[in-house]
């Protein structure tokens, strides 16, 4: 059977000086938030799961949200012990380059959180964006990571997020190639099984989404997808006009004067 699923995207969550030290404060959330991000859920009569988790079941489509985690920061940890009480899952798209650094988990944070039921998948070996590379430089990234990744912690990697949601051409093909069975992108929208699981789009949970905004997002209100469609095309638009780097000077002007 077909499903329609809310799969959210989140990067840091915490409230203590230095919780989310290290992490775009734009996409960090508070502790409060997101208590009220799983209450929501719950109110929508929908449980918390893992991308991973509802490809190998795909029944769990039609009662649950897919939670996902971009680049493997410490906070993670907290946020997938929170989720783990619920008796919910969570992936957790890690670079094998960043962990253990600095605020960031390591691998005997991320084996116990794979011991915990959450799913640990790749972001790339690195953070770099897969548009500015070679074709072989794009398998290298996919390839490599999936290795090191499942090295480390003794379980399969088949799900990839493309750092900073950007695509290459040939990620798909080199995804295929390594093993993976989806892709989980940027692309703002709402995941139709039906069409498979090689570009999952996700809804960006920031630090100004508001609860009312989140519930909408989780009771699929096509008005409110819509118009996040819309922003999406707008930024896109934006970044193939102006470039990784001019698009990246652009946003950080305008956070910085939104402060």
Known sequence: MKHTVTVLMYHAVGDA???CAG???HYAVTSRQFEAHL????AAGKGVRSVADLLREPALAATHVGFTFDDGHGSNGPAAER???DGGSADFFVNPSQVGAPHYLGWADLRRMADAGMS???HGQDHRYLDEMSPDEVVAQVRDSKRHI?????????VFAPPG???APNLRQAAQDAGYVSVCSSRVGLWHTADGAWDVPRLAVLQGTPDAQFDRWVRQDRWEVTRQR???ALLTSAKRLLGNQGYERLRGRLLRSAA
């Open 39 to 42: 209450a929501l859920a719950r």
């Open 120 to 122: 640990i998948q790749s």
């Open 23 to 25: 992490a775009d404060p």
């Open 17 to 19: 000086r230095g919780d």
């Open 150 to 158: 499942e090295d480390r912690i003794g379980r399969p990697v088949t």
């Open 230 to 232: 819309t922003r999406y």
């Open 83 to 85: 989720i783990a009480r």
């Open 165 to 167: 949601g950007r695509v």
